[in-house]
């Protein structure tokens, strides 16, 4: 085999340069789908990592539970009590790193222009600078310093809508626990920037305040978990259930399926773009080594009458393709590996946070190649690009080599 | 044996047959012209022995090329029976031929027939390569064999940069390389000016004469005929002579 393959390989080598153009060209068609593939399957795992760390880390976390009928309805009829007993025990779980208790109602907030919806959020500063970047993301002003604060935090957007400012005091109106319509005047004490649908949707206040202010003691309407090790997400799942079984438990998958679907179906996507781009480099490697081929029918016969056997013209042509494949490979790789190195910094989709937004994604994207990746899908291309030069290898190898000699004679 | 001989000193039953690296008995060819079957060879009976140098002569679509794509295991006969160097080519599948071409036989065609991404010398080596000769052995051996045929110093040249009558040498050592049974030489001046097809005979006529190598060579070439010591006549797809000469 390694005789053979040292016999044939300089041979293939100078046989795809023999046309230059149309190797370059097939070169070109190669690293271009190679690099396609590379840069899709870069930014769609970046796109998936973006979806899955804004579910983790503004809002949703890893896991949330609620009391049951909460997701549906999501007002204060719908609380659950402190953590206490076997939930308390199980929040202690050593692969739960932080966990914060909330309070989200559905709230009005009015300003001397403006009244706006939002989903209001009684958090406790200290545990959801914990789970949630949005504190660290405060632009004006700052976030809640404590339970008791009385102040409310803005998104960006929101304090545009409500063209009020950092200081000025705004009106919340909700519904209390006892049915009756709670209204309490907040300063706003801290404008935060996430992406713009966050921006839009949640205001926050101190929890001990809006629990003071709905009158619903010190139940909760959620607790937010971060696992950091999505592998220990199952099991968690499972003891907190089993603590607290008359509770809502989900995980982040399940609260936020289109982020889920992106990292679950990222591979799925991947490899349907790599057959689209297969065919089309399929398409010019066939093309390409067909063209070698009947060009060289006559070569064929000759090699055959001077004693080559027809596996070995096979394996000729094979090598010729894999050569080609394999150079277009690297080519693409190491141009896809080129413009990735070069977006290292990240790449600012701000300009399109709507869309962004809308497709689960964060306003920054960091594409990154992964190197198994790489290899597993430059290895898939190179099989097959083998693979489909075996057509017009296969023609080759069933010339009879009289037709040379009758092509002479 | 051949019975269509015109002199009365039969070749074939002149020499004992295991002196025969060639023989044919009763070989038929033919091929098939839509639904018209053409005969190219009708019944040749034929031996050649070791050491021949032999012409096949015989006017175009005499089965010249035919017979000597038989004997050299390129085509299967229609019916008879062909043996090179003691084996029945009958029996060969197309992977065993192909080995029994690169191990018993050299080929020499009318066009020169070299492969054009390789040098001279790489050429020869194909060949040693496809053997699994050994680097060293096939460097040495190539260019000894181009020093034979007098390309000394056109190692490294590329066919594209030798001439015509410079590559059909670089053919014939190639054909030689492998120590043929058999060197089965079709045409081999055909494209060849007078003064280097003149050079080529010589060459084979002193590589027969110095190395013992048959050779069979089918040829309209007068001048290569005049130096055969054994020249066959082939009419029809039937041997209509065969005579030895003394050159």
Same mark, same amino acid.
């Given at each position: 085999?390694?005789?053979?393959?040292?016999?044939?390989?300089?041979?293939?080598?100078?046989?795809?340069?023999?046309?230059?153009?149309?190797?370059?060209?097939?070169?070109?068609?190669?690293?271009?789908?190679?690099?396609?593939?590379?840069?899709?399957?870069?930014?769609?795992?970046?796109?998936?990592?973006?979806?899955?760390?804004?579910?983790?880390?503004?809002?949703?976390?890893?896991?949330?539970?609620?009391?049951?009928?909460?997701?549906?309805?999501?007002?204060?009829?719908?609380?659950?009590?402190?953590?206490?007993?076997?939930?308390?025990?199980?929040?202690?779980?050593?692969?739960?790193?932080?966990?914060?208790?909330?309070?989200?109602?559905?709230?009005?907030?009015?300003?001397?222009?403006?009244?706006?919806?939002?989903?209001?959020?009684?958090?406790?500063?200290?545990?959801?600078?914990?789970?949630?970047?949005?504190?660290?993301?405060?632009?004006?002003?700052?976030?809640?310093?404590?339970?008791?604060?009385?102040?409310?935090?803005?998104?960006?957007?929101?304090?545009?809508?409500?063209?009020?400012?950092?200081?000025?005091?705004?009106?919340?109106?909700?519904?209390?626990?006892?049915?009756?319509?709670?209204?309490?005047?907040?300063?706003?004490?801290?404008?935060?920037?996430?992406?713009?649908?966050?921006?839009?949707?949640?205001?926050?206040?101190?929890?001990?305040?809006?629990?003071?202010?709905?009158?619903?003691?010190?139940?909760?309407?959620?607790?937010?978990?971060?696992?950091?090790?999505?592998?220990?997400?199952?099991?968690?799942?499972?003891?907190?259930?089993?603590?607290?079984?008359?509770?809502?438990?989900?995980?982040?998958?399940?609260?936020?399926?289109?982020?889920?679907?992106?990292?679950?179906?990222?591979?799925?996507?991947?490899?349907?773009?790599?057959?689209?781009?297969?065919?089309?480099?399929?398409?010019?490697?066939?093309?390409?080594?067909?063209?070698?081929?009947?060009?060289?029918?006559?070569?064929?016969?000759?090699?055959?009458?001077?004693?080559?056997?027809?596996?070995?013209?096979?394996?000729?042509?094979?090598?010729?393709?894999?050569?080609?494949?394999?150079?277009?490979?690297?080519?693409?790789?190491?141009?896809?590996?080129?413009?990735?190195?070069?977006?290292?910094?990240?790449?600012?989709?701000?300009?399109?946070?709507?869309?962004?937004?809308?497709?689960?994604?964060?306003?920054?994207?960091?594409?990154?190649?992964?190197?198994?990746?790489?290899?597993?899908?430059?290895?898939?291309?190179?099989?097959?690009?083998?693979?489909?030069?075996?057509?017009?290898?296969?023609?080759?190898?069933?010339?009879?080599?009289?037709?040379?000699?009758?092509?002479?004679? | 044996?051949?019975?269509?001989?015109?002199?009365?000193?039969?070749?074939?039953?002149?020499?004992?047959?295991?002196?025969?690296?060639?023989?044919?008995?009763?070989?038929?060819?033919?091929?098939?012209?839509?639904?018209?079957?053409?005969?190219?060879?009708?019944?040749?009976?034929?031996?050649?022995?070791?050491?021949?140098?032999?012409?096949?002569?015989?006017?175009?679509?005499?089965?010249?090329?035919?017979?000597?794509?038989?004997?050299?295991? !390129? $085509?299967?006969?229609? +019916? @008879?029976?062909? #043996?090179?160097?003691?084996? /029945? =080519?009958? %029996?060969?599948?197309?992977?065993?031929?192909?080995?029994?071409?690169?191990?018993?036989?050299?080929?020499?065609?009318?066009?020169?027939?070299?492969?054009?991404?390789?040098?001279?010398?790489?050429?020869?080596?194909?060949?040693?390569?496809?053997?699994?000769?050994?680097?060293?052995?096939?460097?040495?051996?190539?260019?000894?064999?181009?020093?034979?045929?007098?390309?000394?110093?056109?190692?490294?040249?590329?066919?594209?940069?030798?001439?015509?009558?410079?590559?059909?040498?670089?053919?014939?050592?190639?054909?030689?390389?492998?120590?043929?049974?058999?060197?089965?030489?079709?045409?081999?001046?055909?494209? !060849? $000016?007078?003064?280097? +097809? @003149?050079?080529? #005979?010589?060459?084979?006529? /002193? =590589?027969? %004469?110095?190395?013992?190598?048959?050779?069979?060579?089918?040829?309209?070439?007068?001048?290569?005929?005049?130096?055969?010591?054994?020249?066959?006549?082939?009419?029809?797809?039937?041997?209509?002579?065969?005579?030895?000469?003394?050159?």
């Amino acid at each position: 085999m390694i005789e053979t393959l040292r016999t044939l390989a300089p041979l293939a080598w100078r046989n795809i340069w023999r046309n230059p153009r149309r190797t370059i060209i097939t070169l070109i068609v190669v690293a271009m789908g190679i690099f396609s593939i590379l840069i899709f399957a870069a930014f769609l795992r970046a796109w998936a990592d973006s979806s899955r760390d804004r579910v983790l880390t503004l809002m949703t976390s890893s896991i949330q539970i609620h009391a049951r009928g909460f997701l549906d309805d999501p007002t204060v009829k719908h609380l659950f009590e402190q953590p206490s007993g076997p939930l308390a025990e199980a929040l202690d779980h050593p692969d739960i790193a932080h966990w914060a208790p909330r309070l989200l109602f559905p709230a009005i907030v009015q300003s001397e222009y403006r009244t706006l919806p939002v989903t209001l959020v009684g958090v406790d500063p200290a545990r959801e600078a914990t789970i949630s970047v949005i504190p660290a993301n405060v632009i004006q002003g700052s976030y809640l310093s404590g339970r008791q604060d009385v102040r409310i935090v803005l998104g960006d957007k929101n304090l545009a809508r409500l063209k009020t400012r950092l200081g000025k005091r705004v009106v919340v109106l909700a519904q209390a626990a006892d049915g009756t319509l709670a209204e309490r005047g907040f300063e706003v004490g801290g404008v935060f920037s996430g992406d713009s649908e966050i921006e839009g949707q949640f205001a926050f206040v101190a929890l001990d305040t809006a629990q003071d202010m709905l009158g619903t003691g010190n139940k909760l309407a959620e607790i937010a978990i971060q696992v950091p090790d999505p592998d220990k997400l199952p099991a968690v799942v499972q003891a907190l259930r089993k603590a607290a079984p008359d509770l809502d438990i989900r995980t982040w998958k399940e609260l936020s399926p289109m982020a889920a679907a992106v990292d679950q179906m990222m591979g799925l996507i991947v490899y349907v773009w790599l057959w689209v781009m297969f065919v089309l480099m399929a398409i010019g490697i066939v093309n390409t080594q067909l063209m070698a081929v009947f060009e060289r029918i006559h070569e064929f016969g000759l090699m055959q009458a001077l004693g080559m056997r027809p596996r070995m013209i096979v394996g000729i042509v094979a090598l010729e393709s894999g050569m080609l494949v394999g150079l277009g490979i690297l080519i693409g790789m190491g141009a896809a590996a080129f413009l990735i190195s070069a977006l290292s910094g990240g790449v600012d989709i701000s300009g399109f946070a709507e869309g962004a937004a809308m497709i689960g994604a964060g306003t920054m994207l960091y594409p990154e190649l992964d190197p198994p990746q790489i290899i597993q899908l430059s290895i898939v291309v190179w099989v097959l690009g083998v693979l489909v030069a075996l057509w017009p290898a296969r023609k080759a190898a069933k010339i009879s080599p009289v037709e040379a000699m009758t092509h002479v004679s | 044996m051949c019975p269509d001989t015109k002199e009365a000193t039969t070749p074939g039953a002149d020499a004992p047959e295991n002196d025969s690296i060639v023989v044919c008995r009763n070989l038929e060819k033919h091929y098939r012209q839509g639904a018209i079957q053409v005969p190219a060879l009708r019944g040749v009976d034929l031996e050649i022995h070791r050491g021949d140098f032999a012409t096949l002569a015989g006017p175009s679509g005499s089965g010249k090329t035919t017979l000597l794509n038989m004997i050299g295991g !390129l $085509d299967y006969p229609s +019916a @008879g029976e062909i #043996i090179v160097d003691g084996q /029945d =080519l009958r %029996a060969l599948t197309k992977s065993d031929l192909a080995e029994m071409r690169l191990r018993k036989i050299g080929f020499v065609f009318q066009a020169y027939n070299l492969i054009p991404v390789l040098t001279a010398a790489e050429n020869i080596e194909f060949i040693l390569r496809l053997q699994g000769v050994g680097s060293r052995e096939r460097h040495e051996r190539a260019r000894a064999a181009l020093a034979d045929v007098g390309l000394e110093g056109l190692e490294d040249r590329r066919p594209s940069h030798l001439s015509g009558g410079q590559q059909q040498r670089v053919a014939v050592a190639r054909a030689l390389i492998n120590r043929p049974a058999i060197v089965l030489a079709d045409e081999p001046t055909a494209n !060849l $000016d007078t003064q280097t +097809a @003149g050079g080529l #005979i010589d060459l084979m006529a /002193d =590589l027969n %004469a110095r190395h013992g190598t048959t050779f069979l060579m089918g040829t309209h070439d007068a001048r290569v005929i005049a130096r055969s010591r054994r020249h066959i006549e082939l009419t029809d797809g039937r041997i209509s002579g065969d005579e030895l000469r003394n050159t």
